[in-house]
């Protein structure tokens, strides 16, 4: 008791930090996961939780025959996979590059440049992107034109949608996943390199000998933890940035929640599909935990 007594006294104003944060996931991640019991019920907004019909599984039985859900999962795990791949990729080639500078000004500042669209929201960043790629006013399609291209309709046409998702994604994100690396490379014994240039190994030589093997820890770590984010496609990208006209290779999971909750008030139904995803995700982040365990020792606990 007395060893605890110590504890408390030393430790109080930390938990006492920890009541703002608690609170605010109990308040917007805990008490609404009482709505889950809408997947269950048909139910009618004026009746409230306790008072709608309880449906058992049909909403479930609904979501496996309705025609499109097929097409809207491949397209939510589509696009995730093609964002997780080029996410890894683009930060770990700009990382080794970075790292090849000799001029540290030069460097920091493009690290600095990069890194600024991380900390814009999609709203704005949408606004962007639609008029830069519009096909009548954008400046893509002007210099498209100037090679003689006929203008593309970047975000209304279902086979450019999906990479333009991709590419504004990694243009947004991959400042970050720079520094992580960055990060990494600050681990890597600088004696290596001089050994091997003693060897006669040149700096390609050296990236695939000694770099990229000291960085693959880190490179093991966020692809397994990116694994849990399989079926988050990115929800304020598209919702900002889809239209009807590109539904067919732009609807994810979350968008098509977003419609039939909200837009065309089935609870139940988009209950039921989000409460599916969560279940699926929650899967996905368990195994991702563990591997990144398993392969890069690393623990959450």
Do not use: C
Not at 142 to 156: M, R
Not at 172 to 194: C, D, R, W
Not at 213 to 222: A, C, E, R
Request: net charge positive.
């Amino acid at each position: 008791m007395n060893l605890i007594s110590r504890l408390w006294k030393r430790e109080w104003p930390l938990h006492l930090m920890l009541i703002p944060g608690l609170m605010f996931v109990i308040v917007f991640s805990y008490i609404p996961m009482a709505g889950i019991v809408m997947a269950f019920q048909k139910y009618i907004p004026t009746r409230g939780l306790f008072g709608s019909p309880f449906v058992g599984l049909k909403n479930f039985q609904y979501m496996f025959v309705y025609p499109d859900i097929g097409r809207i999962f491949f397209n939510t795990i589509y696009i995730a996979v093609m964002k997780i791949t080029a996410g890894l990729f683009v930060p770990i080639t700009i990382a080794i590059l970075l790292n090849e500078m000799s001029k540290q000004w030069i460097k920091r500042t493009f690290q600095t440049l990069v890194y600024l669209p991380h900390f814009m929201s999609w709203v704005l960043l949408s606004g962007i992107l639609i008029d830069v790629l519009s096909p009548s006013t954008g400046v893509l399609n002007q210099l498209l034109g100037l090679l003689g291209i006929d203008p593309i309709y970047f975000l209304g046409n279902n086979r450019w949608f999906p990479y333009v998702m991709v590419v504004s994604d990694v243009w947004k994100e991959f400042g970050y996943g720079t520094i992580v690396y960055l990060a990494a490379l600050t681990s890597i014994n600088p004696s290596l390199y001089e050994a091997a240039e003693i060897d006669g190994a040149g700096r390609w030589k050296q990236t695939l000998n000694i770099t990229i093997p000291g960085m693959m820890p880190i490179i093991v770590l966020m692809f397994t933890l990116n694994i849990g984010n399989v079926l988050n496609a990115g929800f304020d990208q598209i919702f900002n940035l889809y239209s009807p006209q590109v539904y067919e290779s732009a609807d994810i999971i979350d968008t098509f929640v977003y419609r039939m909750g909200i837009e065309q008030s089935q609870f139940g139904f988009a209950t039921a599909v989000g409460l599916l995803k969560s279940i699926v995700s929650f899967i996905f982040i368990s195994f991702s935990y563990f591997f990144a365990y398993r392969f890069a020792n690393y623990r959450i606990f």
